[in-house]
T-cell receptor, first 111, second 118 residues
């Protein structure tokens, strides 16, 4: 089965820090996604990528950027972390015509 | 833009009983997919069931079935013979069937926490 690995399950960062959340997949999936999960709001799409070096904004991109230098790795970057970015972050991948696969999430706390 | 709404923040059911989780959505597209995902405390998102909009027949996966009403834009999940392991957060999700760079984008509802009482 496809494995989607997020680099950390829990992360605590200080306000103003630059934060990198990494997502690695072990299959050749073109599409990768970063979602943010908050109580009462469900999952909301931050950014996605459909190929190496290609990216598109999702519904809530403000305060975030992404990088996809290799097909298997998709990084979410918080340029200057703020307390309102405290949340659960989920990475997902998709092969055309197949189902989506999710990582186990990174719970980020910004203090 | 598509929206998905789950109006039940929490639901509970007795073990072995049946429970129905509600979901409504809004879209101007005619071809799309609808999903129910389960997220247990481990946080791993698990696909429970999938429905193609062009299919009139409701999808079924063992104890899980859906009631898909395309005209009403309603997509409810029925869990029969509930088990303790069904306790989780359940998300309804929409995905367009259109190809293109945004292929695979999922729009999620707010989630419903299901508690199963022994």
């Amino acid at each position: 089965d496809v494995k989607v690995t997020q680099s950390s399950r829990y992360l605590v960062k200080r306000t103003g820090e630059k934060v990198f959340l990494e997502c690695v997949q072990d299959m050749d999936h073109e599409n990768m996604f970063w979602y943010r999960q908050d109580p009462g709001l469900g999952l909301r799409l931050i950014y996605f990528s459909y190929d190496v070096k290609m990216k598109e904004k999702g519904d809530i991109p403000e305060g975030y950027s992404v990088s996809r230098e290799k097909k298997e790795r998709f990084s979410l970057i918080l340029e200057s972390a703020s307390t309102n970015q405290t949340s659960m972050y989920l990475c997902a991948t998709l092969l055309m015509g197949k189902k989506a696969f999710f990582g186990q999430g990174t719970r980020l706390t910004v203090v | 833009a598509q929206t998905v709404t789950q109006s039940q923040p929490e639901m509970s059911v007795q073990e072995a009983e049946t429970v129905t989780l509600s979901c409504t959505y809004d879209t101007s597209e005619s071809d799309y997919y609808l999903f129910w995902y389960k997220q247990p405390p481990s946080r791993q998102m698990i696909l429970v069931i999938r429905q193609e909009a062009y299919k009139q027949q409701n999808a079924t996966e063992n104890r899980f079935s859906v009631n898909f009403q395309k005209a009403a834009k309603s997509f409810s999940l029925k869990i029969s013979d509930s088990q303790l392991g069904d306790a989780a957060m359940y998300f309804c999700a929409y995905r367009s069937a259109r190809s293109g760079t945004s292929y695979g984008k999922l729009t999620f509802g707010q989630g419903t926490i299901l508690t199963v009482h022994p």
